[in-house]
């Protein structure tokens, strides 16, 4: 597998898992009245992970998991549930850019479009949150996609 495919695989896997945390989170804040579309988005975020991790493993490395990163949020962002979703937005459109940045950039077609079909996820996860804070959950025609550096680069803001 080429290197820079690898390199979108270990960036997707961070992603996933700061996903994975989120979602957790989330759902644990006692602050989701209905956590059941959070849940199936989780499961959706586990899969990607999985899958993901799973290119790693193919190409003979081990990918992270849980335990190897700590992340980190900004104050007060699951003390009540317009603050899950506005961060939710946030979350969700880097993945939504990342998937996308993946589509256009990898090599191994197997791995693209795996891309392609977790960024249709994405933006599904993304509507939810749009509609909670009173946006459009119907997004742009075409979304940004997001080099892989800037996603990098925003993901450093969560991990610590």
């Known amino acids: 597998m080429p290197d820079g495919d690898l390199a979108y695989a270990r960036l997707l896997v961070a992603l996933e898992l700061l996903s994975l945390d989120f979602y957790s989170r989330a759902l644990h804040s006692g602050r989701v009245s209905s956590g059941l579309e959070l849940r199936r988005a989780r499961a959706a975020e ?76 994405e933006a599904q996860h993304l509507s939810v949150f749009s509609a909670a804070v009173g946006g459009r959950r119907i997004g742009p025609p075409l979304p940004p996609t997001l080099p892989i550096d800037q996603v990098s680069n925003a993901l450093d803001a969560y991990t610590s």
């Open 46 to 121: 586990k899969q990607h992970y999985e899958d993901v991790a799973a290119v790693l493993t193919a190409a003979g490395q081990i990918p992270a998991t849980a335990q190897d990163i700590d992340f980190s949020y900004p104050s007060k962002s699951f003390d009540s549930w317009p603050a899950i979703a506005r961060l939710g937005v946030r979350l969700e459109s880097l993945s939504l850019g990342a998937y996308l940045g993946a589509v256009r950039s990898l090599e191994t077609p197997d791995f693209r479009n795996h891309s392609a079909r977790a960024a249709a996820s």
